[in-house]
T-cell receptor, first 114, second 111 residues
């Protein structure tokens, strides 16, 4: 049981390049999330998914796209990277039980855009 | 829009001290509040989850309280140890907004 895994762990991009971050979970969770973490700002939600084939925008969606073609995978795409997208990206997954929701996080992807 | 703040931003204490971390939120219409721990270069690990109908939750040396009406939560750590050194984040869950996170408190426990 690997939990939530993220690929790659670290990446350097040049402005204008594109890339895809992969998140995978093996807990059969319905809900998956992409966050970015910047110093002093906590985590901010980029996009999320409440099930296979569905996605929704979070607080800071501009410049990102997502896809959830399989229940266990949630992909985050950067179409044309900008220096402002330099950040640490975290994926999370969760179930929603009547008693509340606990999110399980991946180890993060560090992205540097030059 | 919900905003979550945490005080202090950083805290350094000698080993063995009891300490309190504070979390405040602006909208009391929350579903639950959760405290997380984040070690350097790692993801977040859930410590305690308090439902909106609850007043506190305990796990080992950790105790979290919730006062929804005043928009406050505290995380109490008893008999701190160097292994407690990490960043602690609180997050509130609101339907329609999902989780809203605070910026975290960076804790250092000195041997």
């Amino acid at each position: 049981n690997a939990g939530v895994t993220q690929t790659p762990k670290f990446r350097v991009l040049k402005t204008g390049q594109s890339m895809t971050l992969l998140c995978a979970q093996d807990m059969n969770h319905e809900y998956m999330y992409w966050y970015r973490q910047d110093p002093g700002m906590g985590l901010r939600l980029i996009h999320y998914s409440v099930g296979e084939g569905t996605t929704a925008k979070g607080e800071v969606p501009d410049g990102y796209n997502v896809s959830r073609l399989k229940k266990q995978n949630f992909l985050l795409g950067l179409e044309s990277a900008a220096p402002s997208q330099t950040s640490v990206y975290f994926c999370a997954s969760s179930y929603r039980a009547s008693g509340g929701e606990t999110q399980y996080f991946g180890p993060g992807t560090r992205l540097l855009v030059l | 829009k919900q905003e979550v703040t945490q005080i202090p931003a950083a805290l350094s204490v000698p080993e063995g001290e009891n300490l309190v971390l504070n979390c405040s939120f602006t909208d009391s219409a929350i579903y639950n509040l959760q405290w997380f721990r984040q070690d350097p270069g790692k993801g977040l690990t859930s410590l305690l989850l308090i439902q909106s109908s609850q007043r506190e939750q305990t796990s080992g040396r950790l105790n979290a309280s919730l006062d929804k009406s005043s928009g406050r939560s505290t995380l109490y750590i008893a008999a701190s140890q160097p292994g407690d050194s990490a960043t602690y984040l609180c997050a509130v869950f609101i339907y329609g907004q999902n989780f809203v996170f605070g910026p975290g408190t960076r804790l250092s426990v000195l041997p």
